[in-house]
């Protein structure tokens, strides 16, 4: 599965962006989706993912402000995130994953080029 995000852009605190990732290939619905991020000097860490069954999970730091969301038919993923704070800047990134013990994993070592996305105070 090839992977595509968009939508990312500057902001200020408080307001919301909706990131798209654009899929390619007849097995998306077979894989769980999810998305990462990367600050500047930081690790890239988890934020949210979908199964193929459509069950959510998502990072403590964005519950409650994040949604993740996906579409079979047009082979998408969305990240709704609304209330954005300066902390979440950063570079966003869709990805195929697994959940391993607690910890959701990308499946593939490709990242491609994110989205970024800048949260002013």
């Known amino acids: 599965v090839q992977l595509q995000a968009s939508g990312g852009g500057l902001v200020q605190a408080g307001g919301s962006l909706r990131l798209s990732c654009a899929a390619s290939?007849?097995?998306?619905?077979?894989?769980?989706m999810g998305w990462f991020r990367q600050a500047p000097g930081k690790e890239r860490e988890f934020v949210a993912a979908?199964?193929?069954?459509?069950?959510?999970f998502y990072a403590d730091s964005v519950k409650g402000r994040f949604t993740i969301s996906r579409d079979n038919l047009k082979t998408m993923v969305y990240l709704q995130m609304n209330s954005l704070k300066p902390e979440d800047t950063a570079v966003y990134y869709c990805?195929?994953?697994?959940?391993?013990?607690?910890?959701?994993?990308?499946?593939?070592?490709?990242w491609g080029q994110g989205t970024q996305v800048t949260v002013s105070s």
């Open positions: 990805a195929t994953v697994a959940l391993r013990d607690t910890t959701w994993y990308s499946l593939s070592d490709y």
């Open positions: 290939g007849r097995t998306f619905g077979t894989y769980n």
């Open positions: 979908i199964s193929r069954f459509g069950t959510t």
